[in-house]
């Protein structure tokens, strides 16, 4: 059983910055995309940055700039380095990695870690 276990939430001044990580325990086979969602209080999760394989990255464009996702596919390990922090970064931040190959694909989720950004 593949189990994510997420670090480095905490409370954050505006303008400050953290970092989150992931840990994947066991293995899975296949091919895997990276990636951190959020949710805020009274909002849908939404998708904060995804990292492929290959090094390919997608942000969403209120992160672009500010947050930097990366990822050790040899370490089942994912970061994301988030600078410029704003109080509407506050969230419940997800990890997901996603079985994409073979078929059908799979998520596993981590348990989420709270980001407060706050004066």
């Known amino acids: 059983q593949v189990q994510l276990v997420e670090s480095g939430g905490g409370l954050a001044q505006p303008g400050g910055s953290l970092r989150l990580s992931c840990v994947a325990s066991?293995?899975?086979?296949?091919?895997?995309?990276m990636g951190w969602y959020r949710q805020a209080p009274g909002k849908q999760r939404e998708l904060v940055a995804i990292?492929?394989?290959?090094?390919?990255?997608t942000y969403n464009d209120s992160v672009k700039g500010r947050f930097t996702i990366s990822g050790d596919y040899a370490k089942y390990t994912a970061y994301l380095q988030m600078t410029s922090l704003k109080p509407e970064d506050t969230a419940v931040y997800y990890c997901?990695?996603?079985?994409?190959?073979?078929?059908?694909?799979?998520?596993?989720w981590g348990q989420g870690t709270q980001v407060t950004v706050s004066s």
């Open positions: 997901n990695f996603q079985r994409t190959i073979p078929p059908p694909p799979r998520d596993y």
């Open positions: 066991g293995t899975i086979f296949g091919t895997v995309t």
């Open positions: 990292i492929t394989g290959s090094g390919r990255t």
